[in-house]
């Protein structure tokens, strides 16, 4: 059975996530992406061809492994989920079309549903059933759900701080000296950035993205980073938690040095 990739787009400004895509060869799409953007006006070539003149590029990373079969499927649950995370993606369709603007992918009369009759295999059935637990709501229904949930309505909401730019301190530099001290492993799940294959991200710990002092930054993997998005006063404390931890730990290594250097 063929295979094919669910891939994101990541904006190396925010880090945050800005476009869900299908490839089959996801490094020549990257290619692909990185031309120049002369079609039409959308926000996804505004955004990336902003980042063209600045000299940057999109991060890529790919999220899932799918059927070629089913990968219409998977798109749209991918641009839904992170959606519903609060995401502001730049995708142009809900996914599933293969294609990039409204008139070419309306739904003509005539035209057959891509999944009539179609046969899921028993690995898409789980993920989808995992996906769906307690769930039996229309796409209307999730839309309502989704506003519903937005904003002011929603328990995560903060002001509009997420929206809010970085401070100018904010930099590569500082990004790279915080990595380098957290020995480029995310302080989460450990995982290097080399098997990451990819940067870690810097997240604040107090949310606030004036506040750059390094005790307030930590290095977090994409998917630990996006954990981060619910309960934010949780994991403000436990981040803090083993902030101040790792502070006790060096100040006892340090007087253990010094006792050391003393007795000899």
């Given at each position: 059975?063929k295979?094919?990739?669910?891939?994101?787009?990541?904006?190396?400004?925010?880090?945050?996530?800005?476009?869900?895509?299908?490839?089959?060869?996801?490094?020549?799409?990257?290619?692909?992406?990185?031309?120049?953007?002369?079609?039409?006006?959308?926000?996804k070539?505004?955004?990336?061809?902003?980042?063209?003149?600045?000299?940057?590029?999109?991060?890529?990373?790919?999220?899932?492994r799918v059927?070629?079969?089913?990968?219409?499927?998977?798109?749209?649950?991918?641009?839904?989920?992170?959606?519903?995370?609060g995401?502001?993606?730049?995708?142009y369709?809900?996914?599933?079309?293969?294609?990039?603007?409204?008139?070419?992918t309306?739904f003509?009369?005539?035209?057959?549903?891509?999944?009539?009759?179609?046969?899921?295999?028993?690995?898409?059935k789980?993920k989808?059933?995992?996906?769906?637990?307690?769930?039996?709501?229309?796409?209307?229904?999730?839309?309502?759900?989704s506003?519903?949930?937005?904003?002011?309505?929603n328990?995560?909401?903060?002001g509009?701080?997420?929206?809010?730019p970085?401070?100018?301190?904010?930099?590569?530099?500082?990004k790279?000296q915080?990595?380098q001290?957290?020995?480029?492993?995310?302080?989460?799940?450990?995982?290097?950035?080399?098997?990451?294959?990819?940067k870690?991200?810097?997240?604040?710990?107090?949310?606030?993205?004036?506040?750059?002092?390094?005790?307030?930054?930590?290095?977090?993997?994409?998917?630990?980073?996006?954990?981060?998005?619910?309960?934010?006063?949780?994991?403000?404390?436990?981040?803090?938690?083993?902030?101040?931890?790792?502070?006790?730990?060096?100040?006892?290594?340090?007087?253990?040095?010094?006792q050391?250097?003393?007795?000899?």
């Open positions: 059975m295979h094919t990739y669910i891939y994101i787009l990541i904006d190396p400004l925010t880090n945050q996530i800005r476009y869900i895509g299908k490839a089959n060869n996801p490094k020549e799409r990257y290619k692909n992406h990185k031309n120049r953007c002369r079609d039409k006006n959308t926000h070539r505004n955004w990336m061809n902003k980042l063209r003149l600045k000299g940057l590029y999109p991060e890529i990373e790919i999220i899932d059927l070629t079969s089913e990968w219409h499927y998977w798109e749209k649950f991918w641009i839904a989920y992170y959606r519903f995370l995401c502001s993606l730049v995708n369709t809900s996914g599933g079309d293969g294609l990039t603007f409204g008139n070419q309306s003509k009369k005539g035209q057959v549903s891509w999944n009539k009759g179609k046969q899921f295999s028993e690995g898409t789980q989808i059933r995992l996906a769906h637990i307690g769930m039996k709501a229309s796409d209307e229904t999730k839309t309502k759900m506003l519903k949930n937005s904003m002011e309505n328990p995560s909401w903060l509009g701080i997420s929206f809010e970085y401070g100018l301190e904010f930099n590569n530099k500082l790279g915080i990595r001290r957290d020995n480029y492993r995310c302080q989460e799940c450990f995982r290097h950035q080399n098997e990451l294959k990819r870690l991200h810097v997240h604040h710990i107090d949310f606030n993205k004036k506040n750059n002092n390094p005790s307030n930054l930590i290095s977090l993997c994409n998917n630990c980073h996006a954990q981060t998005l619910f309960n934010r006063d949780k994991w403000t404390n436990y981040f803090n938690d083993v902030m101040n931890l790792r502070e006790l730990n060096n100040d006892q290594l340090n007087n253990n040095q010094i050391l250097q003393g007795g000899s």
